[in-house]
Antibody
Framework: EVQLVESGGGLVQPGGSLRLSCAAS????????MHWVRQAPGKGLVWVSHIDSDGSSTSYADSVKGRFTISRDNAKNTLYLQMKSLRAEDTAVYYCARDKGYYYDTSGGHWVMAFDIWGQGTKVTVSS | SSELTQDPAVSVALGQTVRITCQGDSLRSYYATWYQQKPGQAPVLVIYGKNNRPSGIPDRFSGSNSGNTASLTITGAQAEDEADYYC???????????FGGGTKLTVL
């Protein structure tokens, strides 16, 4: 079964750090780009970060750039999100998601992308 | 604020057809991807690309695109379709990914 399982969430004080993990199984983890997406309580989905298949390329939302670091260990089939200088506004459920593949649809003249597998999420609460 | 705009809420009578829209300049170059999220659950991919459904998604779900607007249509809405729906694409620079604010669908 294709599966993503997040862990590492919890309660942390403002200014603190936390590392989230996402364990992948049932597919060739090293072949896929991966993403982190978060959702604050009662709010919508917000993309956080991406990493390509071998970890050589990453990108971040402006709201977390310089504070969060995405990484992966393909030997362990695990994705990580190191979070530092945490703020109250980082409080959210954090999901990891598999990127189905990014390609150009020549028939339609548009780029295609999708997150086809999601984990169940891990909750991060930043509060004193 | 999101670069993809969705109506906050839409309602539909059971068995009727509903269209959920997503607007943004980036949709002229990138297809919108659509996700369904039920309370307390992770999002689920329902439509990607021009009009592609992953395995297991009912064929009452379809997608379309025109200019800067993408639409998710549910033909013959069922009670189990009541959920939040999010569109997703890249931002206008193409460097980052963005989600729309989400549309809460109520099936009456």
């Amino acid at each position: 079964e294709v599966q993503l399982v997040e862990s590492g969430g919890g309660l942390v004080q403002p200014g603190g750090s936390l590392r989230l993990s996402c364990a992948a199984s049932g597919f060739t983890f090293s072949s896929y780009w991966m993403h982190w997406v978060r959702q604050a309580p009662g709010k919508g989905l917000v993309w956080v970060s991406h990493i390509d298949s071998d970890g050589s390329s990453t990108s971040y939302a402006d709201s977390v750039k310089g504070r969060f670091t995405i990484s992966r260990d393909n030997a362990k089939n695990t994705l990580y999100l190191q979070m530092k200088s945490l703020r109250a506004e980082d409080t959210a459920v954090y999901y990891c998601a598999r990127d189905k593949g990014y390609y150009y649809d020549t028939s339609g003249g548009h780029w295609v992308m999708a997150f086809d597998i999601w984990g169940q999420g891990t909750k991060v609460t930043v509060s004193s | 604020s999101s670069e993809l705009t969705q109506d906050p809420a839409v309602s539909v009578a059971l068995g009727q057809t509903v269209r959920i829209t997503c607007q943004g300049d980036s949709l002229r170059s990138y297809y919108a991807t659509w996700y369904q999220q039920k309370p307390g659950q992770a999002p689920v991919l329902v439509i990607y690309g021009k009009n592609n459904r992953p395995s297991g998604i009912p064929d009452r779900f379809s997608g379309s695109n025109s200019g800067n607007t993408a639409s998710l249509t549910i033909t013959g809405a069922q009670a189990e379709d009541e959920a939040d729906y999010y569109c997703n694409s890249r931002d206008s620079s193409g460097n980052h990914l963005v989600f729309g604010g989400g549309t809460k669908l109520t099936v009456l």
